[in-house]
Structure formats: C-alpha cells, structure tokens
C-alpha cells in the first residue's frame, strides 16, 4: 500500500484559477516536504512543514499541515503557465538518513 | 555552493548489456547520497542510499547494485539489464544534519 496518497492524480485548469492539491497518509509523520518537478529534471523542494496546522505561504502557493500530521494540502491562487509541473509530498524515512519516500504526485497543467 | 552532476542525461541499452551511472557532489563533504527510479505510475522509488564512504544500503531487491569509491562519487551498476529495468534514474544529495534532498538532472534508461 502507498504510504502517501496524492489527488488528484492529474489536474488540467486554465491561467488565472485558484486550486489545490492533497498529500493523505494514515500514518502520523514528523515532517512532510513538497517538492515540483519540470519534465526532465530532478525534483526541487518548495517546502518543509513540520507543526501541525502550520500554514507556509511561497509567493501565490500556499502549504497547509494538518492538525493531526496526517495530511497536507498545497493551493495555489492565480494559476500561471509557469506552475506547470509534477507535485510531490514527501516524507522521511525511519532513520533520518534513508531517504524519502514520496507519493505519485500530482501532474498539474496550467493552459495559457 | 553545492552541485550534483549525473551523466549520461539519456542511455538507449540492450537487454543483457551492463550498466554503469555516475553521480558526483561538489561543494560539500560527507554528504548522504541515494539513487531513485522513477517509473510510469510508480512515483519516485528509493533504491540506494549511502551515509558514507563502502556504506550501501538497498531499499528493494532489484536487478541493480550501487557502490560509493569516494566520499562524493555514488554509482549505480547492473550486470545485466533487463527491460524493466528502463525508467529515469536520479541521484540526490542531503547533509547529514538536513533533511532536504538535492537531485541531479537525470538519467533517461530505455532497454530495448
């Protein structure tokens, strides 16, 4: 089973739109970090939460951590072409050093 | 600043032929490193990952191996490449203390 679970899966919305995107797990995490990735290219982090409730906001993206660790959302506001990509949770492994393990993503296309 | 360089960007392999990856660090010491596979519909997949120099550790069992001759050099081999085996390969970074992962570009394996 998918440790992290990712809707939706894709998402096709025009320039100028307000959305968002989720990360669920039923398991309770330290920290939850969400990563875009350009079709090519590695991933590159946008964020890291770690408090429950915490709300980060990144320029138009804005990254909520549940209450209970559980669960992350990511909203976007004013969709741009630019934010075109492929949205990743991830999280932590059990010791710190073993890497993330990651949900399937959410491929995000903003049409101009 | 820190840089991780991974070559070659596209690799076009027959069935039963070897396999050899390379990743470098520059920039930093001692840093953890790992190799991901991404698939279609499978999401980023751990693979390998390294806290230091000779120290591998395999997340599934798989037709791949992974060795670290250096402090900031991290390889992926195979023997013998079989076709589900393609996929796009990443090799990332992380200091000891942080938990953020820095990828490289990208390798592109199709076995034919």
């Known amino acids: 089973t998918q440790l992290l679970e990712q809707s939706p899966q894709f998402l096709s919305i025009q320039e100028g739109e307000n959305l968002t995107v989720y990360c669920n797990s039923s398991s309770v995490f330290s920290s939850l970090q969400w990563y875009r990735q350009e079709p090519g290219e590695g991933p590159v982090l946008l964020v890291t939460?770690?408090?429950?409730?915490e709300v980060k906001k990144l320029k138009r993206l804005t990254f909520q951590f549940g209450d209970a660790r559980k669960d992350s959302s990511l909203h976007i506001t004013a969709a741009q072409p630019g934010d075109t990509g492929l949205y990743l949770c991830a999280l932590r492994g059990r010791g710190g050093a073993d890497g993330l393990t990651f949900g399937k993503g959410t491929h995000l296309i903003i049409q101009p | 600043s820190q840089t991780i360089h991974q070559w070659p960007a596209t690799l076009v392999q027959p069935v039963g032929s070897p396999l050899s990856l390379e990743c470098t660090v520059e920039?930093?010491?001692?840093?953890?490193l790992y190799w991901y596979r991404q698939a279609a519909g499978r999401g980023l997949q751990l693979l390998f990952y390294?806290?230091?120099?000779?120290?591998i550790s395999s997340e599934v069992p798989q037709n791949l191996s992974a060795s670290r001759p250096q402090d900031r050099q991290f390889i992926l081999s195979s023997k013998k490449l079989l076709l589900s085996d393609s996929g796009f390969y990443l090799c990332?970074?992380?200091?000891?203390?942080?938990?953020?992962?820095?990828f490289g570009q990208g390798t592109r394996l199709t076995v034919v």
């Open positions: 920039g930093t010491s001692n840093p953890n």
């Open positions: 939460v770690v408090t429950g409730g």
């Open positions: 990332a970074w992380s200091a000891q203390a942080n938990t953020e992962a820095f």
């Open positions: 390294s806290v230091g120099i000779g120290q």
